[in-house]
């Protein structure tokens, strides 16, 4: 059984910074692909970023050369560094491990003022 949890979320001002963290249990993380994705009120939740096993990157245009995504396979923690945040990110902010079905998260919210 999978389980995966978020934390980092917060409150911040325009144009700071946030870590989250997703830490996963289970053996399958460093086979898996990792993913965050994000839904802020009134709207569909939307991919952000996603990690394969090997590393490769991909990012929505809207967080591209903002976020960065990353693992610790020692750890089974997958990570997302947040700079440059608008209030447009503010949103509750969900981890996700694909490996033959998708598991998530409880979501960690993140709040970002102007």
């Known amino acids: 059984q ?3 949890v978020e934390s ?3 409150l911040v001002q325009s ?3 946030l870590r989250l963290s997703c830490a996963a249990s289970g053996s399958i993380f ?3 692909t990792m993913g965050w994705h994000r839904q802020a009120p009134g ?3 939307e991919s952000i970023a996603g990690i394969s096993s090997g590393g490769s990157t991909n990012y929505a245009d809207s967080v591209k050369g903002r976020f960065t995504i990353s693992r610790d ?3 089974n923690t997958v990570y997302l560094q947040m700079n440059s945040l608008k209030p447009e990110d503010t949103a509750v902010y969900y981890c996700c491990l694909f490996y033959g079905r998708e598991y998530w998260g409880q979501g960690t919210q993140v709040t970002v003022s102007s």
């Open 2 to 4: 999978v389980q995966l």
């Open 8 to 10: 980092g979320g917060g």
């Open 15 to 17: 144009g700071g910074s």
């Open 30 to 32: 460093s086979i898996s």
């Open 43 to 45: 709207k569909q939740r």
């Open 73 to 75: 396979n020692a750890k």
